[in-house]
């Protein structure tokens, strides 16, 4: 249930103070962004299909590199000359770093791209709670919900994707060494900081466009033709 709170604050173009604004409770806000992204879902898989993506890559590389390391630290003669053979490096590559910063940042682009996407159409429904007295914290909270949500989605579906990509792999090349020496506390490390970034990057890339949204003068967001 909508409460209205006591904020005074000057209005621009009026002269007279406005002391009172619409503040939604948490449950509403996000019941109001589950129904935006049921709406708007092809669009919005459009952007969790691309952090699946990027934390898939993420988490088979830490994984893969939990596997070899593994290996490695075995010390398994034979495992060894495998593992000179696929040209491992203890640490990693810097090419599979720099190819994990790419795929991130370009993640990131995308998600800010479909976020500014989906600021424009909604111009009018901001602008509506915005005459209605929703407060900017509102709006923002709003974006971010929803971006939450989508993150923890993909960035799920992400890690475990990449993760079971990398232990089947790991067992093409060197059979079930590659889980036989694959300590269980470092999958778990790598999942959750798949995981992590993932979420991270949801957030940052839907800071701008809801700063956007939050900012935005009713009667300029009523004004625009749809």
Do not use: H
């Amino acid at each position: 249930m909508a409460q209205k709170k006591r904020i005074p604050f000057q209005d621009p173009d009026s002269e007279t103070d406005i002391v009172a604004q619409v503040v939604l409770p948490f449950d509403k806000s996000l019941e109001i962004s589950i129904k935006s992204i049921k709406s708007r879902f092809l669009r919005n898989m459009v952007t969790v299909t691309s952090l699946i993506l990027a934390v898939s890559f993420l988490a088979y590389i830490l994984i893969g590199s939990d596997i070899t390391n593994g290996i490695y630290g075995s010390g398994q003669p034979d495992l060894m000359k495998m593992l000179e053979k696929s040209g491992y490096q203890v640490g990693g590559s810097a090419k599979e770093r720099w190819i994990v910063i790419l795929s991130l940042l370009v993640c990131t682009v995308g998600i800010i791209n479909a976020q500014l996407m989906a600021v424009t159409e909604r111009f009018r429904e901001i602008g509506t709670m915005k005459c209605l007295g929703a407060l900017d914290s509102f709006v923002l909270r709003l974006f971010v919900l929803e971006a939450s949500m989508q993150g923890v989605v993909g960035s799920l579906l992400g890690a475990l994707a990449g993760g079971v990509i990398a232990i089947l792999l790991g067992m093409l090349r060197f059979g079930f060494d590659a889980i036989k020496f694959l300590p269980l506390s470092d999958i778990g490390i790598s999942v959750l900081y798949s995981i992590g970034v993932g979420f991270g990057l949801s957030l940052v890339g839907v800071f701008y466009p809801a700063l956007i949204a939050a900012k935005m003068r009713p009667i300029e967001a009523m004004r625009v033709e749809e």
